[in-house]
């Protein structure tokens, strides 16, 4: 987990200090307002710390892999709303798990002198749905809960309709309960940073 925690801070200090330095410059790079796009984009996922108790210990979780798409559009010269659909998924000591993550914000898009590249900052709401496979074999649930996320990027524009995209996310939850039959057999904690690069197309 060390080389897992350096990469998460490497990652996040590379994006926010690129999104401050471009954000110092004068308004004047690429607007969406009034424009819609699709994303796609695939990458890491480091869960938190899973202390879910199953009658013998703490339940640690592996990094993973997370990928998805969504809509965005353009409300005006800096916000934008978009919609998310991505799945993560990921081992741990006692079976695999897979969450899907159905997310809801907006974006706050800087502008900034050189028009090709965007960088923005985001926030919104998280609906959390969550499969666990034991490795047991055991038939157990995992509530859906909702959460909030927070996340900063950077598009950067090789045409007026075609962008690259690299992201950091952050996603805050609270612990939702695993069951069994309907009893409560432990606690997953499905809070996660992600690191992911994709591409934007815009329509008009």
Same mark, same amino acid.
């Given at each position: 987990?060390?080389?897992?925690?350096?990469?998460?801070?490497?990652?996040?200090?590379?994006?926010?200090?690129?999104?401050?330095?471009?954000?110092?410059?004068?308004?004047?790079?690429?607007?969406?307002?009034?424009? @819609?796009?699709?994303?796609?984009?695939?990458?890491?996922?480091?869960?938190?710390?899973?202390?879910?108790?199953?009658?013998?210990?703490?339940?640690?979780?592996?990094?993973?892999?997370?990928?998805?798409?969504?809509?965005?559009?353009?409300?005006?010269?800096?916000?934008?709303?978009?919609?998310?659909?991505?799945?993560?998924?990921?081992?741990?000591?006692?079976?695999?798990?897979?969450?899907?993550?159905?997310?809801?914000?907006?974006?706050?898009?800087?502008?900034?002198?050189?028009?090709?590249?965007?960088?923005?900052?985001?926030?919104?709401?998280?609906?959390?749905?969550?499969?666990?496979?034991?490795?047991?074999?055991?038939?157990?649930?995992?509530?859906?809960?909702?959460?909030?996320? @927070?996340?900063?990027?950077?598009?950067?524009?090789?045409?007026?309709?075609?962008?690259?995209?690299?992201?950091?996310?952050?996603?805050?939850?609270?612990?939702?309960?695993?069951?069994?039959?309907?009893?409560?057999?432990?606690?997953?904690?499905?809070?996660?940073?992600?690191?992911?690069?994709?591409?934007?197309?815009?329509?008009?």
């Amino acid at each position: 987990m060390t080389i897992t925690r350096v990469l998460k801070q490497i990652s996040t200090l590379a994006i926010l200090a690129g999104t401050l330095s471009l954000a110092s410059g004068v308004a004047m790079a690429e607007t969406i307002k009034g424009r @819609v796009g699709v994303s796609g984009r695939i990458g890491f996922q480091v869960p938190a710390d899973n202390e879910a108790e199953f009658g013998w210990g703490n339940n640690k979780t592996d990094t993973g892999l997370v990928g998805g798409g969504g809509l965005i559009y353009g409300i005006d010269g800096n916000w934008a709303a978009e919609v998310d659909l991505s799945h993560s998924s990921f081992d741990s000591d006692t079976g695999d798990f897979g969450v899907s993550d159905i997310s809801l914000g907006a974006q706050y898009r800087f502008r900034v002198p050189d028009r090709k590249v965007v960088p923005y900052l985001g926030a919104g709401l998280d609906i959390l749905i969550t499969d666990y496979d034991p490795y047991d074999g055991a038939s157990l649930d995992v509530d859906t809960c909702l959460g909030a996320h @927070v996340k900063g990027g950077v598009d950067y524009f090789v045409t007026r309709d075609l962008a690259l995209t690299a992201e950091a996310k952050f996603v805050l939850a609270p612990d939702t309960d695993i069951t069994y039959q309907g009893l409560h057999t432990g606690d997953f904690d499905p809070s996660s940073f992600s690191g992911t690069i994709g591409v934007r197309y815009f329509f008009n």
